[in-house]
């Protein structure tokens, strides 16, 4: 096997086997260290309508036994904290929908900009959206160049286990949105197989 190969599947290994590693650190910059396990690439050009350059670029997914993690980062940062300047509310806003794999919506989360981040959980059942309570010890979520945020998977009960949908915005509250994103989130037992496997590979390439 060629070094050029072995070099990718070092590299491949610290990203995947990463995600065992310790939580991210929420602090609004995604950076190499928050060993985020999945990393989405949003390859669409949406810089809105006044060019406030609000365009997704990845949408970064960690999990461990109590809590989800998620990291937001755009084409250009930092996010503004003011909205863009066409902004009727002042802010940015980002709202997620988090769905099972059939479809089924179970939670929305809205998170806008301030010195305090708002942020409103709302649950779906049956009769429809019914707003959620927030312990602080449930949610983390800080503005930065990007936007990270925790939140406890005991306060969405509903969404079980660690493979399902969302669906996101990121808006400057302006006169339109800024950017939309879809992505399937894949199981973390899954990533930590493929680390398995990139391994053995290293351990081969060497041999």
């Known amino acids: 096997m060629s070094s050029t190969w072995g070099v990718c599947v070092v590299l491949s290994l610290v990203v995947i086997c990463g995600a065992v590693q310790a939580a991210p650190v929420v602090d ?24 406030e350059n609000l365009d997704i670029s990845t949408f970064q997914v960690y ?27 002042g802010n940015t806003a980002f709202s997620i929908l988090f769905s099972d794999l059939a479809g089924s919506p ?19 059942d049956p009769t429809g959206w019914t707003p959620k309570p927030i312990a602080p010890a ?35 509250t302006g006169a339109a949105a800024d950017d ?6 894949p199981e973390p037992t899954t990533l930590v197989l493929l680390g398995v496997g990139a391994v053995t590979l290293v351990r081969r390439w060497r041999a």
Request: glycine share 10%; net charge negative; charged share 15%.
């Open 28 to 51: 609004g910059n995604v950076v190499g260290s928050d060993a985020y396990a999945a990393v989405f690439n949003d390859s669409l050009c949406e810089t809105g309508l006044a060019g």
């Open 63 to 89: 999990a461990d036994a109590s809590d989800r993690y998620f990291g937001l980062t755009v084409g250009q940062g930092p996010i503004s904290q003011v909205g863009g300047p066409t902004s009727v509310l």
């Open 106 to 124: 179970k939670y929305a989360l809205l998170i806008s900009t301030g010195a305090v981040p708002t942020v409103q959980l709302m649950e779906y």
């Open 138 to 172: 449930d949610l983390t979520a800080t503005w930065n160049n990007d936007l990270e945020f925790r939140l406890s998977k005991s306060i969405m009960s509903n969404l079980t286990g660690d493979k399902y949908k969302v669906q996101m915005q990121l808006d400057d």
């Open 180 to 185: 939309q994103f879809s992505v399937t989130v």
